[in-house]
């Protein structure tokens, strides 16, 4: 991307309103957990509403947000892809800022689905170090598109300073774990496995298990990584 054009990008997002947000769980939270959506659901799609009301339930304020394309998507009715990566990811830091605003004193974690959870990943050790950050939260990482397992997305994760977790189904097409397991990540990256789940985490119907069973168990992985930001 030439500089003009990022130069264009910020502007956007400068002068532009804040991006529509859901919170769950309590104001009196110890910590707020910042959701961003994945490519092509938004950010209410069940997946999320599973997570974020289930973390809420746990104690954790939750705050899911979309980004512009999405939110225009709304507006058209008409699908479109994702806005470029630069776009992205200023986009997020606009809602940590928004966030830490609001909120100054509350620990703040970053993350989401998918193509969210890749951006929070890769502003994550920036964010530390600028805003407090205490962590970063993927569920369900875009190791590789799906059938391209060499096209990998994995460079930055290799170097990640940040306590991350990823949460991964086991036959995710984009990255399943016998892939995953071989790849060189972090000392900081904790990779967590959802029984026999797909990118969403539903499992088969061989497997005995639900896709609300996958999604509690997720919610009960990420209270424990939460947890273990403070210390508890």
Same mark, same amino acid.
């Given at each position: ?12 997002i400068a002068t532009s309103p804040p991006l529509p947000a859901l919170i769950d769980g309590p104001d009196e939270a110890p910590a ?71 909120? !100054?004193?509350? $620990? @703040? ?10 951006? =929070? *990943?890769? +502003? ?21 598109? !799906?059938?391209? $397992? @060499? ?10 300073? =940040? *306590?991350? +977790? ?67």
């Open positions: 991307m030439d500089a003009a054009r990022l130069g264009e990008d910020r502007i956007l707020t957990v910042l959701l961003a959506h994945g490519a092509g659901a938004p950010m209410d799609s069940p997946f999320m509403a599973a997570i974020a009301s289930g973390l809420g339930r746990k104690g954790w304020r939750v705050v899911r947000f979309e980004f512009g394309y999405m939110a225009r998507m709304r507006e058209c009715g008409r699908r479109q892809g994702p806005d470029r990566m630069p776009l992205l990811q200023e986009a997020y830091r606009q809602q940590v800022r928004l966030e830490q605003a609001a909120w !100054p004193q509350r $620990p @703040l974690f970053v993350g989401g689905k998918s193509m969210g959870g890749r951006v =929070a *990943s890769l +502003l994550v050790d920036e964010l530390a170090a600028t805003a407090g950050v205490r962590g970063c939260l993927c569920l369900g990482y875009p190791f590789h598109p !799906p059938g391209k $397992p @060499l096209t990998l997305r994995t460079e930055h994760l290799a170097e990640l300073q =940040a *306590s991350t +977790l990823i949460l991964q189904g086991e036959r995710d097409p984009f990255g399943k774990r016998e892939e995953v397991e071989s790849y060189g990540l972090s000392p900081q990256v904790q990779v967590g496995w959802i029984a026999s789940g797909d990118h969403s985490f539903k499992p088969t119907k061989a497997s005995g298990l639900s896709e609300a069973q996958n999604w509690a168990t997720a919610v009960g992985l990420v209270d424990c990584f939460l947890r273990e930001g403070f210390g508890a």
